[in-house]
């Protein structure tokens, strides 16, 4: 399982974030999307060890938007302490 956070371009309203949220909701191997408007980030959940980037980039295109680079965050594993990623229990 893997996580990345994206900064998505050019989205205003609550629409452009259900938007974004169906179209990256669509992509194969993703199992929750998070979409913040005021911040313009966009968190990807996927089951696989890495989540496609190409395929989120489409997807947030397909939606009318542009995609900035991702920055991939390290997810605690269940069972552990901590869980914010960073590695502080």
Same mark, same amino acid.
């Given at each position: 399982?893997?996580t ?12 452009? +974030?259900?938007?974004?949220?169906? *179209?990256?909701? $669509? ?5 929750d999307? %998070?979409?913040?408007?005021?911040? @313009?980030?966009l ?16 997807? +947030?295109?397909e939606?009318?938007? *542009?995609?900035? $680079? ?6 605690? %594993?269940?069972?552990?302490?901590? @869980? ?6």
């Open positions: 399982m893997s990345a956070t994206y900064t998505v371009v050019g989205m205003t309203c609550g629409h452009c +974030v259900a938007s974004v949220t169906e *179209e990256v909701g $669509q992509v194969a191997g993703v199992e999307v %998070q979409v913040d408007l005021a911040s @313009g980030s968190t990807v959940r996927s089951s696989a060890d890495q989540v496609d980037a190409g395929a989120v980039k489409t997807a +947030v295109e939606a009318g938007y *542009e995609l900035a $680079q991702p920055v991939t965050l390290p997810m605690a %594993q269940e069972g552990t302490s901590g @869980g914010c990623g960073c590695g502080c229990s």
